[in-house]
Every structure is written in structure tokens, then in C-alpha cells.
């Protein structure tokens, strides 16, 4: 916002940093620790907390303006995704699975829908959770929880146009308003945007099964670099 920052903390703080001045103009408490990137929209600052909390604060005083609160889990991930803006509306993601459009006048909810069914976990299950930011595509969303499923949504109503039974904790590509490209734990896919038909599927643990250090290696991704898709090793390699 021309030389205005906006940082959101891990000690549940939102910063508003002057560059030019090289000063804060104003710094807001609130209830919960932040993840993703604060996002700004008409003159609001939009954060998610890891409590499923989304706040809409004033750009230029912090003041809050609304809050929408979504479902909590009594055993959930401390991994949120940053929302994404359609129209005057923002789409949020939880870890409880939900997926909402929010009006980003009022706070109010414009449709919800769940796209992990809700049952009990242990402490010592994997937790289906959403972490990964969704992605406006026209008049369209696509998300994706980490466990179990992705999903191309009506941006408009909620209603889902595709589903598959693929997860992933990382973002998705798109490539050309035609192609998805997931990552999904050691597989990389690439999907038909329209209708989510699997086109082409590379396993990189079966590609490195003669080499111990990438056969287990957990990989990130994927990013699009001039028509190449990349994913990366904790090891640091590419």
C-alpha cells in the first residue's frame, strides 16, 4: 500500500511499517498466532490466525473492523493458508476443512463448504488439515486439503465442479488456465483444470529408487519456471 508494509508476526501481532519513513505506524495484539501473508484489500488488512479466526483490520489505524470466526478442532495443524480475493469477497481456508467466501465489507459469509469430512481424530493420527492457499481462477477457486482431496469450487455459489482424492500441503501450479500441476507427498501430476482428469503422473521415489538419498527424501513445491515444472529436496537439491 504505496510505502506501507504489512508484516503479520508469530507473536500474534500485525505491524503496519512505514519504508520511507522507516517507522511503525501502528502495531494490533490479537488472540491467535499468524500464518500466511496478510492480505490488503480496500483499504483492510485481512490475517488468519491458527485458531480460525479471520480479522479484517483498518489499514491505516489497526483497528478491527470485523471477525469471522470459523470451526475449531480440539486436535488440529497450526498451518493456515493465505486467503485469496475474489470480487469484493475473500476465500478462506481452516484447518477444520472449511472453505468460506466472506464478504470483506461486513465480515459476513456468502457460502461454506467442508472438504474434510468431519470425524474424530487421536493424537498420534495424521490430521487432515488445509494449508495450502487457494487459488482464484476467474469466476472459479481451486483448493486442496493435505490428505485427501482437491477440489475445483464454483467461486460464486461453493458448489464443487470436480473433486479427486489427491492431497497436498503445498499450493498448486496453473499453467496456461488449462493444467494443474500438485504435488502430492512423493508424486507429481499433472491435471486437467476443467474437469481434473489425470493427464501424466512421475513418481520421484520410484525415480531415485537406487539412490538412498532421494528415494525418502521429502520434497516442496512445485514452482513453474519458464515452462518447466521444479520441485525441491530437504536436502537442498533440485
Given at each position: 500500500n504505496n510505502n506501507i508494509i504489512y508484516i503479520g508476526t508469530n507473536i500474534n501481532t500485525v505491524i503496519a511499517f512505514d519504508i520511507k519513513a522507516?517507522?511503525?505506524?501502528?502495531n494490533k495484539k490479537l488472540d491467535g498466532m499468524l500464518k500466511g501473508?496478510?492480505?490488503y484489500l480496500n483499504n483492510k488488512v485481512i490475517v488468519t490466525t491458527i485458531n480460525n479466526r479471520t480479522y479484517a483490520l483498518n489499514s491505516k489505524t489497526g483497528k478491527v473492523l470485523w471477525i469471522y470466526v470459523a470451526e475449531t478442532e480440539d486436535?488440529?495443524?497450526?498451518?493456515?493458508?493465505t486467503p485469496a480475493v475474489y470480487k469484493d469477497n475473500i476465500i478462506c481456508v481452516y484447518s477444520?476443512?472449511?472453505?468460506?467466501?466472506?464478504?470483506?465489507?461486513d465480515g459476513s459469509s456468502n457460502w461454506s463448504e467442508i472438504l474434510i469430512p468431519k470425524v474424530m481424530y487421536s493424537s498420534s493420527a495424521t490430521i487432515p488439515h488445509i494449508?495450502?492457499?487457494p487459488i482464484?481462477?476467474?469466476?472459479?477457486?481451486?483448493?486442496?486439503?493435505?490428505?485427501?482431496?482437491?477440489?475445483?469450487?464454483?467461486?460464486?455459489?461453493?458448489?464443487?465442479?470436480?473433486?479427486?482424492?489427491?492431497g497436498s500441503v503445498f499450493q498448486p501450479v496453473i499453467f496456461d488456465k488449462d493444467w494443474v500441476f500438485v504435488l502430492s507427498d512423493k508424486d507429481v501430476l499433472c491435471m486437467s483444470l476443467h474437469n481434473g482428469e489425470l493427464k501424466w503422473k512421475v513418481n520421484?521415489?520410484?525415480?531415485?529408487?537406487?539412490n538412498k538419498r532421494y528415494k525418502e527424501c521429502v520434497w516442496y513445491g512445485p514452482i513453474l519456471i519458464n515452462g518447466q515444472i521444479w520441485v525441491f529436496g530437504e536436502n537442498a537439491d533440485i
Open positions: 522507516k517507522k511503525i505506524l501502528w501473508f496478510p492480505l486436535i488440529s495443524m497450526t498451518l493456515t493458508g477444520s476443512g472449511d472453505v468460506v467466501s466472506i464478504n470483506s465489507n494449508s495450502a492457499s482464484v481462477i476467474g469466476d472459479k477457486v481451486l483448493v486442496a486439503n493435505a490428505n485427501s482431496q482437491i477440489a475445483l469450487l464454483d467461486a460464486n455459489s461453493g458448489v464443487k465442479l470436480w473433486n479427486k482424492s489427491i520421484l521415489k520410484e525415480i531415485f529408487k537406487n
